[in-house]
């Protein structure tokens, strides 16, 4: 006999999300030994500056090699160290996350918990603010890991907050309050909001009107805001606004540091996302309620990050003049792989939800339903994967309640395989829309005669 929790299938790992994965590790492309593999374009991986980090890290052998001053840390690293982190970590993650915030706003490394990763974060939050049967609400469409994260060891419940394709997904007021009574309804008591921001998986950053909607919320309803701001480095063009974190939305309001809404303010963020380093497993929670504080450092002891790797980032953290370019270039590249994404799918007819942050888009497909039903979203998504090699995520793995949206990642990928992706996702988009072929068949025929009549003067021309 397991355990009820070992038991269960509450981890979602039969989730499309999931499943798009195992298809692709069965059968993956590669250029030479695979080329009708499929492709990954459903990981939320950064690698467009490993060079970067790279450079860095073998001009710093020192800190590779786990020294100072030509003295071997090694052994003073090799031995338990306590969960509260390294000072000189915190301090500088803590610094990193005010730069990237222009510096709008401060941040105390005692009020800072180092975890494993964002998903131990999360996890760890829950923990801390809700009891079993207890609920969050989450904005729709919404990371399918939250489904894991926040449910299967914790037990908290999910509300959709569903937001529309009509205003580009944004939150509203009465979305908002439509989710707080289905809790009700539900007799789930409402614990608090967790938000992406910017989000996974639309890719944009949360505008002052819609922090101002959760703030006015959480005050009314005396409810938690979790902000998962894991994405808030990359942000790289601003259509409406640039990246506001909670904690700047919530200064913007002059809120008396008395009040209680300031210990009912949550941040999560890693360095998964901003710095390429998944692998690395660094997250933090940062909160001004002491409580909090206090028992999720000591929750985690069950997830702590290595000395060695505390002390090798607070060493690349500490060199400003690298991680200001680092995010500079970094932002510059993303931007160049949205701008090919959105680019090379509207050549195909597919248009992508304008966003301004993130490592995907949000592409729209719908036209490309046989049905406005999830079960052909299913269908579509299928072809996509098998037929056409590519392993995107639908959306309604994303609890999007409108089929026909799927989150498209560009970042983990070469150029030259984002390329053949394109290639690929145009020829399949053609074969299911034959009038849009036949439409771009007469706009490359006028384009040839148009050429042809402007260009007669030069066949008068002798050879150069």
């Known amino acids: 006999m397991l355990s009820r929790i070992a038991s269960c299938d509450s981890h979602g790992q039969d989730s499309s999300y999931f499943l798009g994965w195992e298809a692709y590790e069965n059968n993956p492309y590669d250029q030479l030994h695979n080329p009708s593999g499929i492709i990954q374009m459903g990981l939320a991986e950064n690698q467009l500056s490993f060079d970067l980090l790279e450079s860095w890290l073998a001009s710093n052998q020192e800190a590779v090699e786990l020294k100072r001053n030509g003295e071997s840390l090694f052994r003073e690293l090799a031995l338990f ?19 990237i915030r222009g510096n709008k706003v401060k941040f105390d490394p005692n009020k800072l918990v180092l975890t494993a990763g964002s998903t131990a974060a999360n996890e760890t939050l829950m923990f801390c603010l809700a009891d079993p049967g207890d609920a969050f609400l989450l904005p729709t469409p919404y990371y399918p890991g939250f ?29 908002l309050e439509n989710a707080y009574q289905q809790a009700q309804t539900l007799n789930l008591k409402v614990k608090g909001v ?21 703030i006015n919320f959480s005050k009314s309803k005396r409810i938690h805001i979790v902000s998962d701001e894991i ?17 700047e939305a919530v200064m913007d309001r002059n809120i008396d540091e008395s009040d209680d809404l300031w210990s009912r303010i949550h941040i999560v963020y890693s360095l998964s996302k901003d ?4 692998g690395f497993r660094v997250g933090m929670i940062y909160s001004n309620n002491e409580r909090v504080v206090s028992a999720a450092t000591k ?16 060493r690349m953290l500490s060199d400003k003049k690298f991680t200001c370019n680092y995010m500079k270039e970094n932002r510059k590249r993303l931007r160049k792989r949205k701008e090919m994404l959105v680019s090379g799918l509207k050549v195909a007819g597919i248009r992508c939800l304008k966003s301004n942050a993130g490592l995907f888009c949000w592409v729209d497909m719908r036209h490309l339903l046989v049905s406005n039903t999830f079960e052909a979203e299913k269908e579509l998504w299928k072809k996509i994967i098998f037929e056409v090699g590519l392993n995107i995520s639908p959306g309604s793995s994303c609890h999007c309640n409108e089929p026909g949206w799927f989150r498209i990642c ?8 984002l390329q053949v992706a394109l290639q690929r996702i145009k020829v399949f988009a053609q074969s299911c829309n034959p009038q849009m072929l036949l439409l771009q068949r007469r706009s490359i025929i006028g384009k040839w005669i148009s050429k042809l009549s402007s260009s007669s003067s030069y066949d008068q021309e002798p050879d150069r």
């Open 194 to 214: 967790l938000i992406t921001n910017p989000s996974n998986p639309l890719g944009t950053a949360m505008t002052h009107q819609e922090l101002n909607h959760l």
């Open 299 to 314: 929750m985690s002891s069950f997830g702590l990050v290595s000395s060695q790797t505390q002390y090798l980032l607070s």
């Open 410 to 417: 560009f970042a983990n990928i070469t150029e030259e395989t």
């Open 231 to 247: 994405y808030s480095g990359t942000v790289f063009d601003s259509p409406s606004s640039s990246f506001i974190s909670i904690m």
């Open 147 to 175: 489904d894991r994260d926040l449910k299967w060891r914790p037990g908290v419940e999910i509300v959709p907050i569903h937001c529309s394709s009509s205003n580009g997904f944004r939150i509203t007021i009465s979305a």
């Open 275 to 278: 710095f390429s380093m998944p």
């Open 81 to 99: 160290q306590d969960y509260h982190g390294f000072p000189d970590a915190k301090k500088e993650l803590v610094k990193l996350m005010a730069r």
